[in-house]
């Protein structure tokens, strides 16, 4: 399997430097300052440039906090995905997330890129769905999406998400649940799914306190997806952040879910140039794609 490099594509945002683990970002007209472990060179731009940033995370240990310029956090605000979604952004208290991963964009354009035929019904399963980017991805494509995520807050960002989308009507079931017991229960009741996508947190807890680890849970949890994936699937992605992990891994327990149907995978990382004169790119995720 070749490495491979896909480079954010999300047209509002921009990565502008890097460095001294930070990292200096612009989403659409808001720019912010946010921790990034794995940014160890220094910094381009002239410290002016960091200092016209609107608000700061920085976090010494698990959790952090938000410094704003003026005192006072910005209101939410809107992003657009080229003319195909709309993504509500807005600051989280302990946390330096802010309702979007830009970097996971690639993703998105090739789900939007590989249509449904009006004359399918093709379902697809999203674990850890987040704030729904690529749920909306796929419910644009033509897909039936099932999304599931363990944070009450985020399903009902998700929600927001659809509704500033315009998208309504789009078949979306949000579904509250650890993602583990949802797949389970799946199982036992004979459903399949044509896609899985799976974005699983290195650590973590369910919507009743389950302890999410991903070392220790992620592969029994594959080998239920594995069940899951119907006689015509066609797509899986796997994203994972964890420093411990690697696009090699990421493969190997991708061709293990789906050996049993055949096709091709890839893998590979995700990441961001920089607009600074240096142009590094800065390493974010890596990822397993599986079609056929």
């Not at 592969?219 to 090699?248: G, H, Q």
Request: proline share 6%.
């Amino acid at each position: 399997m070749t490495i491979q490099i896909l480079e954010n594509s999300c047209p509002s945002y921009r990565l502008l430097d890097s460095g001294n683990r930070r990292k200096l970002e612009q989403f659409g007209d808001v720019r912010i300052i946010r921790s990034e472990p794995k940014a160890w060179w220094q910094q381009t731009l002239p410290q002016s440039e960091w200092r016209a940033a609107v608000a700061s995370f920085e976090d010494d240990s698990r959790e952090g906090s938000w410094r704003f310029k003026n005192g006072k956090a910005p209101e939410p605000w809107a992003l657009k995905f080229r003319d195909e979604f709309t993504l509500q952004l807005r600051f989280m208290e302990r946390s330096k997330q802010i309702g979007i991963f830009p970097e996971q964009s690639p993703h998105w354009d090739f789900i939007l890129k590989n249509r449904v035929p009006a004359t399918m019904t093709r379902r697809l399963l999203n674990l850890f769905g987040y704030t729904g980017a690529a749920s909306l991805a796929a419910a644009k494509a033509g897909w039936q999406v099932a999304h599931v995520d363990a944070s009450k807050p985020a399903i009902a960002w998700g929600r927001r998400n659809q509704e500033l989308s315009g998208m309504a009507s789009a078949p979306i079931r949000w579904i509250l649940e650890d993602a583990t017991k949802f797949c389970t229960r799946e199982v036992r009741r004979g459903n399949k799914y044509d896609a899985i996508l799976l974005d699983p947190p290195a650590f973590g807890r369910g919507p009743d306190g389950e302890l999410w680890k991903i070392e220790r849970d992620l592969p029994p949890l594959l080998e239920i997806c594995k069940r899951l994936l119907s006689e015509n699937a066609s797509l899986a992605i796997l994203t994972l952040y964890t420093v411990d992990a690697s696009s090699i891994l990421c493969g190997n327990i991708m061709r293990e879910m789906t050996s049993h149907l055949g096709g091709n995978i890839e893998i590979g990382e995700l990441a961001t140039r920089e607009t600074s004169p240096a142009k590094r790119l800065l390493p974010l995720s890596l990822w397993a794609k599986w079609t056929r």
